[in-house]
């Protein structure tokens, strides 16, 4: 009985290995494919840390490939590492570990764990690198920024791929853009794809290459383009392939074609800027020469008053409101308004007042006071030239094409301007003021004799004209630096935008200051800055030939005179 049972038992732990042998093979393969995938895990988590640590050998080729092993890696982990010795915030310990310093250099971290460290206790060493390594390390950031979910981190990125394109980022090239959704970034990393195949011994992918950069390409692409055109010393073209030297041809007059049409969209645009800073200086002016008929040298300097002033706020808020310190162009906009009145209004009532009709006395006695001024400014805030810093809402800019970027500050500043001329605009036509200043200018002894106070409307008259290049100083300091001789360049400038305008007319203000402005600017890449400037008078002059009164004529007091 006893031998039946340990037969049984015997047969029963055979059938049941046979049942279960089939489960266990798969989980034999399963651990001994883990214990595999591990190892290389450890492998490729040594190599990153040693590889890391040679960014800190003394020896500048073992740091160049350890940068190029790093971006190919494709481990984000190395990123900081790798933009701490780009902007010289890497060094060594003693014990030959890898620190990232902040930028003053009071603190350190460790770069392999981020764990803080006390930079006191460290002797440090850091690694030295040249322009070689620089350009390594260009490309090796990029690669790495490319796998970012920030569209903007990855266009950057692409765009510096395609500053220093080559054949060993082919493959992350490709990867990326099969899972790229942004489409700029996408053309963007098609343009690199299409400068590293231009190359390639593959004639498809050449004349795809060609293709893609007749798309997208931009004038960086013409010396590409250029060199498929190129002839030996016997006039034999050195591409043999005539469909691509065709297709080259083709992609050179479409990018000449798109970019003539970008700068003429740019030129417009910084046409229309420099008219408006123009019409800011201008307007001002418009009221004190064209309303009153002063001539008033002193007037740059009301613009020169206004950027002071903008300056002064800035540093106040520095000290006291340093939290709110991106607000203080909201506040700079009233004050500086009102430092430039109060200076006119002082002006007017203690000299201008004294030699109405008498316009020569009136230049010398202004050009005088803006002598005086611009010292005062010089005693007070030295002779150089302060900086006014742009708040976060203007700094940068946006890119409406390949190349072109337009400001913020300057599109912010044709908004000011279009709110500034409507303001003005409205103040002359539907107030009592507006009203009054109208009076005056057609016929003073009428205005009189109907009760209108000519001496206080002139004093009004001009401490708005003065307040009104006041907010001109306040833009040209966001675009510029501040000094004391910031009126002169403009007064000359000033004149000649309302004398074409219409003396006294603030729509021939408007139009004559866009108008210099944007000629100006088309004319410049044809004739240079200088050469177009004298153009523009010359233009200015035969206009006033014509039209003596200016493009927009306005009945003033001297006629009824």
Known sequence: MAKHLSLIKSICS???FRAFKFLIRPIGLFFVI???????????ANDFESLLNDLGNKSRSKIKIAVKKLGELGNSKALPALSALKNKRLAVTDKGNLVILNESEDQAADALTGEKLNIKTLTLRKPRINNTVRRYLATAIAKLKLSSEEPNVRLKAAQELLKRSSSS?????????????????KETLLL???????????????????????????????????????KNNKGDFLEEDSEIRDRAAKAINSIKQRQGFVDQIANLFYGLSLGSILLLAALGLAITFGLMGVINMAHGEMLMIGAYATFLVQN??????PSYFDWYLIIAIPVSFL???????????VVIRHLYGRPLETLLATWGISLVLIQTVRLTFGAQNVEVANPFYLSGGVEVFNGVVFPYSRIVIIIFVVFVVTAIWALLQKTSLGLQVRAVTQNREMAACMGI????????????GSGVAGLGGLALSQIGNVGPELGRMYIVDSFMVVVLGGVGKI?????????????????????????????????????????????????????DN
């Open 453 to 464: 106070s000519t001496n206080k409307v002139d004093m009004w008259t001009f401490g708005l």
């Open 339 to 349: 430092a430039s009145a109060i200076v006119g209004i002082i002006l007017e009532r």
């Open 34 to 44: 883990a214990y595999f995938v591990s190892s290389i895990s450890i492998v490729e």
């Open 169 to 185: 980022v082919l493959d992350i090239v490709e990867d990326s853009l099969k899972k790229e959704k942004n489409n700029d970034v």
């Open 14 to 16: 055979i059938e049941t």
């Open 507 to 559: 729509a021939g203000t408007v139009v004559g200051a866009l108008g210099i402005g944007v000629v100006n600017k088309f004319l410049e890449p044809i004739s240079g800055a200088v050469l177009g400037k004298i153009i523009v008078l010359v233009i200015i002059i035969a206009l006033i030939q014509k039209r003596p009164q200016g493009l927009f004529a306005l009945k003033g007091r001297s006629v």
């Open 192 to 230: 690199v794809l299409a400068k590293i195949n231009i190359e390639s011994k593959d004639r498809i992918k050449r004349i795809e290459s060609i293709n893609t950069i007749k798309k997208f390409g931009s004038n960086n692409f013409y010396t590409i383009l250029e060199g498929l055109l190129k």
């Open 316 to 321: 106040l808020f520095v000290d006291y409101l």
